[in-house]
């Protein structure tokens, strides 16, 4: 654990921000935001279009398991339709009309999130009941607090706070939210880091404790973060894109 603590310690609460930046699924958002704030918002209500924004990438973060490629290459695919189709979905979510059709297409359409698509239909319907409640919330609410936001989408879709979709739901959330609202709002120390097949070979390097289950990986990365002051999705972050690219090499 020394070690793992040093390892972490080696960087800047800024590096780690820098680091977490650079992510491509953080500027596939972010292109598409900027896209959609030149494009969209002059004609609509700015503060409804983020609303809708940030909503639809809750709903694909929901989705966004055992895709067939990269979950970058998974971003910037979503990210790139939602821009194409964003005039033509923001009408319906004014009218409270479900965009769930559009989601299926997406993904039976899509080269990278073609698999399970009929079982994910399911998380995209229960997704849908919610967004009529999320949808009369003001989600910068929802960016000061992200504990919040966390207990009510795990609630919607009766999923438990610390499953991989539900946290990294929140990351998704959190990096658009960061982009909408041009201001940067800390995860929550609280929210556990989403452990994928990346984290679990990650982890297994750097903890040579063996058969060490997500929920343990969660539990030592908490410790981790509690030491070093940084909040586990931060370091979700430089696992998964620095450390990575050691382990790739």
Not at 104 to 112: E, G, V
Not at 135 to 148: A, P, S, V
């Amino acid at each position: 654990m020394t070690s793992i603590v040093s390892y972490f310690s080696s960087y800047t609460f800024e590096q780690v921000l820098t680091i977490e930046e650079s992510d491509r699924q953080f500027l596939a958002l972010k292109k598409a935001w900027e896209q959609i704030n030149q494009k969209v918002c002059p004609l609509f209500d700015t503060h409804q279009v983020a609303n809708f924004f940030l909503l639809m990438v809750l709903q694909n973060a929901t989705i966004s398991y055992q895709i067939a490629g990269s979950g970058e290459l998974w971003w910037e695919e979503f990210s790139e339709r939602l821009v194409q189709d964003f005039s033509s979905l923001f009408p319906l979510f004014l009218m409270r009309n479900p965009t769930s059709d559009w989601f299926y297409n997406l993904m039976t359409t899509s080269r990278y999130n073609k698999r399970l698509y009929n079982l994910k239909t399911a998380k995209i319907n229960k997704f849908q009941v919610g967004k009529l409640y999320l949808g009369t919330k003001n989600m910068y609410d929802y960016y000061q607090d992200m504990e919040l936001l966390l207990k009510e989408l795990s609630s919607i879709m009766g999923m438990d706070t610390s499953t991989k979709t539900m946290t990294f739901a929140i990351k998704m959330f959190g990096y658009a939210a960061r982009v909408v609202y041009g201001q940067f709002i800390s995860y929550p120390m609280s929210i556990n880091i989403p452990v994928d097949s990346r984290i679990r070979k990650i982890w297994s390097l750097l903890d040579k404790t063996s058969s060490l289950s997500d929920k343990d990986i969660q539990i030592s990365i908490q410790k981790v973060s509690k030491k070093v002051g940084i909040a586990p999705l931060h370091l979700d972050s430089l696992l998964w894109i620095e450390f990575w690219k050691g382990v790739k090499t």
